[in-house]
């Protein structure tokens, strides 16, 4: 097939995954159903979690995800988009835009009971893109023992499992990820030794 009949196919297909994505207008907040399922969820991972916190979690959780839906203009699949962010169209919406806005809106509810990770997937992983995410878990307890809080897997829908259930990622705690990276650079003389590890 000739380069130029491959490249109008691509764009079919990639235009026509965008018409699959449905904008926050269009999907509505969350159901009482869907937030009491991950309160539920939060409650179960300890008995040491307040049951208000958990419901609180879940319930903020559901709302912000939408609100930065909306905030990111968020109309297409998830791979349409970052290409629109990385090209200047849209103002943010990369998995790591997403981990970073849920983490900060949760840890501003100073939780007594809960505590929240960041987690990074495929990172020496050469043939696919990493992954960022929030990770909330019960006080006292490691990220494997946390529920993933991913908005970005399903394009501004809240996707939320079990770390150690999440089978699509390895996850891996993101300090660890950027201590190697920062040893990388070193290494390859991109940043000098005093850079600090």
């Not at 965008?18 to 009482?32: H, I, L, T, V, Y």
């Not at 319930?59 to 905030?71: D, G, N, S, V």
């Not at 893109?129 to 006080?139: F, G, L, V, Y």
């Not at 003389?189 to 590890?197: C, T």
Request: glycine share 6%; with cysteine.
């Amino acid at each position: 097939m000739n380069i130029v009949l491959r490249s109008f196919w691509c764009l079919v297909l990639i235009f026509g995954l965008a018409a699959c994505g449905a904008s926050p207008e269009k999907r509505g907040p969350a159901s009482a159903l869907e937030i009491s399922q991950l309160a539920m969820e939060i409650r179960a991972m300890s008995e040491d979690v307040d049951p208000e916190e958990a419901e609180r979690a879940a319930r903020i959780a559901y709302q912000h995800t939408r609100e930065l839906a909306l905030q990111y203009e968020i109309v297409d699949p998830p791979l349409i988009h970052n290409t629109k962010v990385n090209m200047g169209l849209k103002p943010r919406g990369l998995c790591w835009h997403w981990a970073e806005d849920m983490e900060k809106r949760l840890k501003a509810e100073n939780f007594k009971t809960l505590v929240l990770y960041r987690a990074i997937a495929n990172a020496d992983n050469d043939w696919r893109i990493d992954h960022s995410t929030a990770i909330i878990a019960a006080k006292g307890e490691g990220m494997y023992d946390g529920i993933v809080l991913d908005p970005w897997r399903l394009g501004g829908v809240l996707f939320w499992e079990n770390v150690r259930e999440d089978t699509r990622y390895e996850w891996v705690a993101r300090e660890l990820v950027l201590d190697a990276r920062k040893r990388e650079m070193i290494a390859e003389g991109l940043l000098p030794p005093s850079a600090g590890l």
